[in-house]
């Protein structure tokens, strides 16, 4: 059985590591688990987990100016708790096969930090992943599969196009506990840069998949699909700049006009439906929200 300190919001976080794989300090606030992440709080809602051994904690460094982050991760013991209350088989919950507590260097005097060139990337990558989820909160729909470019355990979302294989950011498929209602899909790609050229190109061979029906194996020909683009930089005037040039192509803009959603990352977890941009009608393509009794 969990210690008493381990509450349901701190389950919830152990919920939410199996579906990311991972969390920021950041992602505590974006989630609601704890009202401001920022403050002296967050220690004393993870400290119980870090003693248990529940999750573990990283200090990550990036070479590109975000200095200093720390991730935390789920363990197998934290996997246990998560299948033990949740009535689930513990290899069915996605945890990392690493110790636990406070990852300490060699002379067990200082946290241990790893460079990852890739941090901010996945960071922001979450975070899309937490604001899809608090918008289907209010809808009758939840997630129902997830595959994330860095989770190799699982295996990364890949399509086949034109012989070669090309890997979205990720994968997720949401549906509804009410009968008649369709599965929706979304291929998930965050740009962190401003190079237009490469963020038109990497939009293009998605919209190529969905013409070619590439999608179509991962979520079935009858459900419907989008691409979800998020851009996660400063200069956001290169990425209106990205959907102009896509608007020239003549040929391939119905697809981005009917299968694309595009939205800035900070407004997309502040307003998730309402940053959505698309232009294939005022109906956007996401569940739609759910009436409440009074």
């Given at each position: 059985m969990p210690s008493t300190q381990i509450t349901p919001k701190r389950i919830d976080f152990l919920r939410m590591l199996t579906r990311t794989g991972f969390a920021s300090t950041r992602h505590l606030a974006e989630s609601g688990l704890i009202e401001n992440a920022?403050?002296?709080?967050?220690?004393?809602?993870?400290?119980?987990?870090?003693?248990?051994?529940?999750?573990?904690?990283?200090?990550?460094?990036s070479p590109y100016g975000i200095g200093k982050r720390v991730m935390y991760y789920l363990?197998?013991?934290?996997?246990?708790?998560?299948?033990?209350?949740?009535?689930?088989?513990?290899?069915a919950v996605r945890y990392v096969p690493l110790?636990?507590?406070?990852?300490?260097?060699?002379?067990?005097t200082k946290e241990e930090g790893l460079v990852r060139a890739d941090f901010p990337h996945k960071e922001a990558y979450v975070s899309v992943l937490i604001a899809l989820e608090r918008y289907l909160d209010r809808t009758d729909y939840?997630?129902?599969?997830?595959?994330?470019?860095?989770?190799k355990k699982r295996g990364v979302p890949t399509f086949e196009l034109g012989g070669k294989r090309f890997r979205p950011d990720g994968l997720v498929t949401v549906g509804s506990h009410v009968a008649g209602t369709p599965?929706?899909?979304f291929a998930i790609e965050v740009h962190r840069h401003s190079d237009r050229r490469?963020?038109?190109?990497?939009?293009?061979?998605?919209?190529?998949?969905?013409?070619?029906?590439?999608m179509?194996?991962?979520?079935?020909?009858?459900?419907?699909?989008?691409?979800?683009?998020?851009y996660a930089a400063e200069n956001v005037a290169a990425m209106r700049q990205v959907i102009e040039t896509l608007k020239q192509d003549r040929a391939m803009w119905p697809y981005f006009e009917r299968f694309f959603l595009?939205?800035?990352?900070?407004?997309?977890?502040?307003?998730?439906?309402?940053?959505?941009?698309?232009?294939?009608?005022?109906?956007?393509?996401?569940?739609?929200?759910?009436?409440?009794?009074?």
């Open positions: 920022m403050s002296y709080s967050q220690s004393a809602f993870f400290k119980p987990m870090l003693d248990q051994l529940l999750v573990g904690r990283i200090t990550v460094v363990t197998r013991k934290g996997a246990e708790l998560v299948a033990e209350a949740d009535g689930l088989d513990v290899e110790r636990g507590g406070i990852a300490r260097a060699a002379d067990g939840q997630v129902t599969g997830y595959q994330h470019y860095y989770d599965q929706y899909a490469k963020i038109a190109e990497q939009l293009l061979r998605h919209a190529q998949a969905i013409r070619e029906g590439a179509s194996p991962h979520f079935g020909k009858g459900n419907p699909h989008f691409v979800l683009s998020v595009f939205a800035e990352l900070s407004e997309l977890t502040a307003d998730f439906y309402g940053a959505c941009g698309y232009f294939g009608g005022q109906k956007k393509p996401l569940p739609p929200l759910a009436e409440r009794g009074a």
